[in-house]
């Protein structure tokens, strides 16, 4: 069995008197897919910001490859290797496509360095292989805030593609998207999962978590209650109750 990538142990963290991730352990391990599946408010969206740095931890520590990555600044995380999308989407609306997608591939080694125009050739290519793995080729000078809805969520991923990381951190990518568009994600999806990377899928449809996740990690109010494969997670009544809104029968 591979050794996980990232390795993530008690990590807490509250919001006043709202404990929104309260002790969560999470390992991302090379080629699988772990859905993070919860009711509304569960905390999903808060261990992705703890990780990626966009909020500190009260307590506990994410490992990437056996190396402490708290207290590192989003930007850090990400040239580590983890490439995360956003709820919001958060593109850069007044720009191009395909420079929402170059943003994406940003490194240490910029075009007026030694070695940088290699480099930034090498972006170019990421970039404009990310567009055509996503479809998006032909609107690449676009802005981003003339985009459909479904264009928009693939730019998200176009950026990811491009990022060229090991880890992605998905939120949501694919709420909202017809059956043919949930179908084309799918395919990006189980390509980077052959390819090696380690995906971790913040997702409500329980579909679309059927179909692509290896592992489900089950989150209420700011804790793992339950991991495992998909079919036993999902025919677990007291899950049910709690994901569908019913606590009293979850109790
Ligand atoms: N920056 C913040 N300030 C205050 N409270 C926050 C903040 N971020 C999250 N919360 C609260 O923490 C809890 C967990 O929120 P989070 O966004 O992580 O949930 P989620 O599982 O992603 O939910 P959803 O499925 O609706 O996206 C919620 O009660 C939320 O209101
Ligand atoms: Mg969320």
Redesign the pocket.
Known sequence: MTAPLLICEGLS?S??G????AGVSLSLTAGMVTA?V????????????LITGN?RADAGKAMLRGQSIMGLKPHQVARQGVARSF?DLRLFTHMSVRDNVLAATETSAWFWQPGGAAARRAREAATEEALARTGLTALAEARAMDLAYAERKFLSMARILAARADIWLL??PASGLDLSSRRRFGELLKEARRQGVAICL?E?NLDVVTELADRIAF?DQ?KVLAEGEPEAILRDPKLAAIYFGDREDAA
């Open positions: 963290r919001f006043g709202v404990k929104a991730v993070l919860g009711p509304n408010g569960a905390g999903k969206t808060t261990c992705f910001n909020l709820q939120d949501e913040i409500h989150l700011g």
